[in-house]
């Protein structure tokens, strides 16, 4: 019965970090078409930022916890990327074919995994003393680190933030009317250009966040976004490329189906990611609750 | 009409032949010239061509955008190693042999399932499909290797005539090799071009600029698209069975997203909507991944740069990029 519990919420700790990942990509590709197959590394950079950070503010002896304000801080990092990223190398590619706009995220891959390297060196990255300064909770027999739980109430906060912001503010309006017509957005006064940025922000600052989060619990290491990428894509691919709710329930089911099989068929652990992916593919392309392409 | 039909066809092969034979004509006398290493690179960059050229098929004259093409690339490679290691095969004849029916068969199955879609959700499709055989090689151990991936030695060329055991086989292999390397080449672009300029591959680009005026022709759009991703894959395989002798090894590497990635990278850069495109940006390709290797670190940085680079300023390629400026040039010297 307690390994049934830990067992669950590790799975909604991964389901946490990959809501946060997942959503930020379904977002920009919701608003402004584009499948952004850097959105991983901004996971990575995130996590490298915030596990930099938190090893300088502990050599300057900050009290521990303070050391939790820089969670956000090192997301906000990952926006000052976007925010140049995004005018400077995506706009002029919005009304070019696909494969040009996946090439230029492809190089942007390149690019930002040998930044990684450049600034911080091939050497793992850690953070635990944020993982450490909580108490561990004993469930039934067992210890459980209080951090994850940490983890997972932010997951929650996030998402419901981010429903709050797309469904309930006026900024969430704008958002919805670009990403339904662009044209007609932009013929009703709409600034689509602000509204994209606005938006690659806020994907940038999930995916930052969810990087910024992970790295207390495992350490930061070279290629970890490429490999988030393509559980990502399996998150919106299950869900709905797109949809809020599909990078919800498919972060769920990506994290369940993951710890189940780390459990009980480990080799095959992945593939069977994939192949669910490709199955939500063929049977209901656009996703279990996505909308039409 | 029998006396049009010569003179057409010769008209449709002079140009090509024109620029095509001076350029096998070096290709041929090169390794005399340059090294061991030199010639070996090349080999490399033929190889990368014909992955290239499979792959082009798709996007160039379909219209589809593949993300998974190391899967294929990867299912060549490593069809040959389970051949040398299980079965003890140690002929390139035969790993080539074998090689392609497997990649046809298994190309027929991936794409049959891929060609239900396109845009975006091919690529994802084929992405996805080509990590399922990835997690595969990486964990399956005891089968795979894993991460350490498997040797594969130097096979016998030519049903077992070039022998390269012993010692100083290496650059004798290297050698050899470059020109079954190169034949195979040639024997690809010339099905190749036969492929994009027969009726089959007239409807394959009546599909890709419109695809429902070539419904109403009567074309049956998803067979032919299927028959597309079967050559394609088919030939992409040909390029890792191809690979594997030179490398010596293969690793999951070569099954991983990133070097789907470095396929479609090399295709734009010799520019996708010209024949000879992904054969010269093949060579490119690999000219500039090894140069960038050796001369920094930070090659993946440089690689990015280029490409981002390259994608706004020279959209049509080196070979676009090339007839733009030829044309320019006639222009100016009418003028």
Same mark, same amino acid.
């Given at each position: 019965?307690?390994?049934? @519990?830990?067992?669950?919420?590790?799975?909604?700790?991964?389901?946490?970090?990959?809501?946060?990942?997942?959503?930020?990509?379904?977002?920009?590709? &919701? =608003?402004?078409? %584009?499948?952004?197959?850097?959105?991983?590394?901004?996971?990575?950079?995130?996590?490298? =930022?915030?596990?930099?950070?938190?090893?300088?503010?502990?050599?300057?002896?900050?009290?521990?916890?303070?050391?939790?304000?820089?969670?956000?801080?090192?997301?906000?990092?990952?926006?000052?990327?976007?925010? *140049? %990223?995004? #005018?400077?190398?995506?706009? #002029?590619?919005?009304?070019?074919?696909?494969?040009?706009?996946?090439?230029?995220?492809?190089?942007?891959?390149?690019?930002?995994?040998?930044?990684?390297?450049?600034?911080?060196?091939?050497? #793992?990255?850690?953070? $635990?003393?944020?993982? $450490?300064?909580?108490?561990?909770?004993?469930?039934?027999?067992?210890?459980?680190?209080?951090?994850? +739980?940490?983890?997972?109430? @932010? &997951?929650?906060?996030?998402?419901?933030? +981010?429903?709050?912001?797309?469904?309930?503010?006026?900024?969430?309006?704008?958002?919805?009317?670009?990403?339904? $017509?662009?044209?007609?957005?932009?013929?009703?006064?709409?600034? *689509?250009?602000?509204?994209?940025?606005?938006?690659?922000?806020?994907?940038?600052?999930?995916?930052?966040?969810?990087?910024?989060?992970?790295?207390?619990?495992?350490?930061?290491?070279?290629?970890? &976004?490429?490999?988030?990428?393509?559980?990502?894509?399996?998150?919106?691919?299950?869900?709905?490329?797109?949809?809020?709710?599909?990078?919800?329930?498919?972060?769920?089911?990506?994290?369940?189906?993951?710890?189940?099989?780390?459990?009980?068929? #480990?080799?095959?652990?992945?593939?069977?990611?994939?192949?669910?992916?490709?199955?939500? +593919?063929?049977?209901?392309?656009?996703?279990?609750?996505?909308?039409?392409? | 009409?029998?006396?049009?039909?010569?003179?057409?066809?010769?008209?449709?092969?002079?140009?090509?032949?024109?620029?095509?034979?001076?350029?096998?004509?070096?290709?041929?006398?090169?390794?005399?010239?340059?090294?061991?290493?030199?010639?070996?690179?090349?080999?490399?960059?033929?190889?990368?061509?014909?992955?290239?050229?499979?792959?082009?098929?798709?996007?160039?004259?379909?219209?589809?955008?593949?993300?998974?093409?190391?899967?294929?690339?990867?299912? /060549?490679?490593?069809?040959?190693?389970?051949?040398?290691?299980?079965?003890?095969?140690?002929?390139?004849?035969?790993?080539?042999?074998?090689?392609?029916?497997?990649?046809?068969?298994?190309?027929?199955?991936?794409?049959?399932?891929?060609?239900?879609?396109?845009?975006? !959700?091919?690529?994802?499709?084929?992405?996805?499909?080509?990590?399922?055989?990835?997690?595969?090689?990486?964990?399956?151990?005891?089968?795979?290797?894993?991460?350490? /991936?498997?040797?594969?030695?130097?096979?016998?060329?030519?049903?077992?005539?070039?022998?390269?055991?012993?010692? /100083?086989?290496?650059?004798?292999?290297?050698?050899?090799?470059?020109?079954?390397?190169?034949?195979?080449?040639?024997?690809?672009?010339?099905?190749?071009?036969?492929?994009?300029?027969?009726? !089959?591959?007239?409807?394959?680009?009546?599909?890709?600029?419109?695809?429902?005026?070539?419904?109403?022709?009567?074309?049956?759009?998803?067979?032919?698209?299927?028959?597309? !991703?079967?050559?394609?894959?088919?030939?992409?395989?040909?390029?890792?069975?191809?690979?594997?002798?030179?490398?010596?090894?293969?690793?999951?590497?070569?099954?991983?997203?990133?070097?789907?990635?470095?396929?479609?990278?090399?295709?734009?850069?010799?520019?996708?909507?010209?024949?000879?495109?992904?054969?010269?940006?093949?060579?490119? !390709?690999?000219?500039?991944?090894?140069?960038?290797?050796?001369?920094?670190?930070?090659?993946?940085?440089?690689?990015?740069?280029?490409?981002?680079?390259?994608?706004?300023?020279?959209?049509?390629?080196?070979? /676009?990029?090339?007839?733009?400026?030829?044309?320019?040039?006639?222009?100016?010297?009418?003028?």
């Amino acid at each position: 019965m307690a390994i049934l @519990i830990i067992q669950t919420l590790n799975s909604l700790f991964y389901a946490s970090v990959l809501f946060l990942i997942a959503a930020g990509l379904s977002l920009i590709f &919701g =608003v402004m078409r %584009i499948v952004n197959l850097a959105h991983g590394n901004f996971y990575g950079v995130g996590a490298f =930022v915030t596990a930099w950070l938190i090893g300088v503010a502990i050599a300057l002896g900050v009290p521990t916890p303070w050391l939790f304000l820089l969670l956000p801080v090192g997301a906000a990092a990952v926006v000052l990327i976007g925010i *140049v %990223i995004e #005018p400077l190398l995506l706009r #002029p590619i919005y009304r070019r074919a696909e494969e040009y706009q996946l090439l230029v995220t492809f190089g942007l891959v390149l690019i930002l995994e040998d930044l990684i390297k450049l600034i911080w060196g091939g050497l #793992p990255l850690t953070a $635990d003393t944020l993982m $450490d300064a909580l108490p561990s909770i004993p469930i039934g027999g067992l210890i459980y680190p209080g951090y994850n +739980l940490v983890v997972i109430g @932010i &997951g929650v906060v996030a998402a419901l933030a +981010l429903w709050m912001v797309i469904y309930r503010t006026k900024f969430g309006v704008m958002l919805r009317a670009t990403s339904q $017509d662009r044209r007609m957005a932009s013929a009703l006064g709409l600034d *689509v250009g602000r509204v994209y940025v606005l938006a690659f922000a806020i994907g940038c600052f999930m995916a930052g966040l969810g990087g910024a989060i992970i790295v207390p619990s495992q350490a930061a290491v070279l290629g970890m &976004g490429i490999d988030a990428l393509v559980l990502a894509f399996v998150v919106v691919v299950i869900g709905g490329l797109g949809s809020l709710k599909g990078a919800l329930v498919g972060a769920l089911i990506v994290s369940f189906v993951r710890t189940a099989g780390v459990q009980f068929f #480990p080799e095959i652990e992945l593939a069977v990611l994939y192949l669910i992916a490709a199955v939500v +593919l063929l049977v209901k392309p656009t996703g279990l609750f996505g909308s039409t392409a | 009409m029998t006396a049009a039909a010569p003179s057409s066809l010769l008209r449709t092969l002079a140009p090509p032949a024109a620029i095509g034979l001076p350029v096998l004509a070096l290709l041929i006398v090169l390794p005399q010239v340059i090294g061991v290493y030199q010639t070996q690179l090349l080999a490399y960059g033929l190889v990368m061509a014909v992955a290239a050229l499979g792959f082009n098929l798709l996007l160039g004259y379909t219209g589809l955008l593949s993300f998974g093409h190391s899967a294929y690339f990867g299912l /060549g490679a490593y069809t040959v190693a389970f051949l040398a290691r299980d079965l003890g095969i140690h002929s390139m004849e035969l790993y080539i042999l074998i090689g392609l029916p497997v990649s046809a068969l298994v190309s027929a199955l991936l794409g049959y399932v891929c060609v239900r879609h396109t845009r975006i !959700f091919f690529g994802i499709l084929t992405l996805a499909l080509s990590q399922v055989l990835w997690s595969l090689a990486l964990k399956l151990f005891w089968v795979t290797g894993g991460t350490d /991936g498997l040797r594969v030695p130097r096979p016998t060329l030519l049903a077992g005539t070039l022998n390269f055991a012993g010692s /100083g086989g290496y650059p004798r292999f290297i050698n050899s090799y470059y020109y079954y390397c190169l034949a195979v080449f040639v024997i690809c672009v010339i099905v190749m071009w036969v492929i994009v300029h027969s009726p !089959f591959g007239k409807a394959l680009q009546a599909i890709r600029d419109n695809e429902t005026r070539a419904r109403f022709l009567g074309l049956r759009v998803r067979r032919f698209r299927w028959i597309a !991703f079967l050559i394609s894959g088919t030939v992409t395989a040909l390029a890792g069975i191809l690979w594997v002798p030179l490398n010596g090894l293969t690793t999951p590497e070569v099954l991983y997203w990133p070097f789907s990635g470095e396929i479609v990278f090399a295709t734009i850069l010799g520019g996708f909507r010209t024949f000879a495109g992904p054969l010269v940006g093949g060579i490119a !390709f690999n000219y500039i991944k090894t140069y960038a290797v050796a001369s920094t670190e930070y090659w993946q940085l440089l690689l990015g740069v280029v490409l981002v680079v390259m994608v706004m300023t020279l959209p049509s390629g080196i070979v /676009g990029a090339v007839s733009t400026l030829a044309a320019k040039l006639r222009r100016k010297r009418e003028a």
